[in-house]
């Protein structure tokens, strides 16, 4: 739902310290997003709270059967919003609405800004028992959203962040810094499995960790207690890291050339698979006490992943996990999904898991090679262009 909600917008904190979409002071839009799902935006000068009216304005809907139709839509007076929060929009006056469907049939109904009204869509069935949410074109369920405006809502969310990573990416590679983002359920052992890392490879690679949850410190002090730097992401009611957060972590952590970045993500296996951070790789961790299905339920996240770690396998003797259907399920749903079976606790698996990181940064070492190779060509070939215009002695 992250990408149709925009949940958290204006509450992540980076070690206590708010983080804004867009500069101080400069002009913006702010999008309005109402109950029946229609949209509009206005400019938006500086920051500070300010006021816009609503008088008369056109919604138009776009129905999963592809029908549109359009109503006038007042609001009495105006609402005013700022930074520190948004006021309660007055409640609007009752209008119609009528819709006019593929099939020619056309029918009304009333509607009111304090009460709700329902069609049934496309993107709902009900098959064996379930109901299922995620048929139509978005994927995903919102109450009076329609799913063309879902899908416009997540194409806008993700085309931003997919550039906030792209510059992300671009500054891993010209620093051959090998970035790793940890995704996985709550209580999986992420933590305790970075800190074990960390204690491994401190002694010989740079390592630097961006540590996100929604509140609390907690785990990034658990890192600094390793000796490793660490930041803390808060996402508030957020319920994963976007680029553009990483991206200002990374400034301010400064991790260092040929690095490894470990990114420690938001414990949740549903919002972070589509929101690429600049890492190289995403990793799952599935720890035995969870259920071996999972991959199955969350098929998104396991997709994404290139690498999924099976922990807590020192506990696999007192617990019902059934490890190679877990692994079969994973790779039904990405058939090139590597797998490495380890314990944070034990240590047993690690030496996999190291090597795995070591070949990782020495690729992106590669790059970082290729990158200062190809500048030096240039500069030659420049240099060669400076000598051609100069005369002759």
């Not at 052992?189 to 204690?199: N, S």
């Not at 940064?361 to 060509?377: F, I, N, P, S, W």
Request: charged share 20%; proline share 5%.
């Amino acid at each position: 739902m992250c990408t149709t909600c925009g949940c958290a917008a204006g509450e992540t904190r980076i070690e206590g310290e708010s983080v804004h979409e867009h500069p101080h002071g400069r002009d913006h839009e702010h999008w309005h997003v109402h109950e029946d799902g229609t949209a509009h935006s206005h400019p938006h000068h500086g920051h500070g709270t300010h006021a816009h009216a609503h008088d008369e304005h056109e919604h138009v809907h776009t129905h999963a059967d592809g029908s549109t139709h359009s109503h006038p839509h007042h609001h009495d007076g105006e609402h005013a919003h700022g930074h520190a929060g948004v006021a309660a929009v007055p409640a609007a006056p009752a209008h119609g609405h009528v819709h006019r469907h593929a099939d020619g049939t056309v029918h009304s109904h009333p509607h009111t800004h304090d009460g709700e009204h329902h069609h049934t869509h496309e993107d709902v069935r009900e098959e064996a028992g379930a109901v299922h949410y995620g048929h139509g074109p978005a994927g995903a369920h919102a109450p009076g959203m329609s799913q063309s405006r879902m899908v416009q809502i997540e194409r806008d969310i993700l085309s931003k962040n997919d550039a906030y990573a792209a510059k992300n990416r671009a500054r891993f590679d010209e620093q051959g810094i090998f970035a790793l983002n940890l995704v996985s359920s709550p209580g999986s052992g992420k933590t305790t499995l970075l800190c074990r890392t960390i204690d491994a490879l401190k002694s010989r690679l740079p390592l630097a960790v961006i540590e996100g949850d929604q509140q609390t410190s907690h785990d990034a002090e658990r890192i600094r207690a390793t000796g490793a730097p660490a930041l803390q992401i808060n996402t508030g009611k957020g319920c994963h890291l976007d680029a553009h957060m990483v991206g200002h972590a990374v400034q301010k952590l400064a991790p260092a050339d040929a690095s490894v970045l470990f990114i420690e993500n938001v414990g949740n296996l549903v919002c972070p698979a589509a929101f690429d951070l600049g890492e190289a790789h995403k990793v799952a961790i599935l720890s035995v006490t969870e259920g071996e299905d999972k991959p199955l339920k969350y098929p998104d996240m396991f997709r994404a992943a290139s690498l999924m770690l099976v922990n807590k396998i020192d506990l696999l003797p007192y617990v019902n996990f059934k490890l190679d259907e877990a692994i079969a399920h994973a790779r039904r749903v990405n058939p090139q999904l590597e797998v490495i079976r380890l314990s944070a606790t034990s240590g047993e698996g690690f030496d996999e898991w190291l090597a795995w990181i070591e070949r990782g940064l020495a690729v992106q070492k590669g790059k970082r090679q290729e990158t200062v190779d190809a500048l030096k060509r240039r500069i030659a070939a420049l240099e060669a262009q400076v000598a051609q215009l100069q005369p002759a002695r």
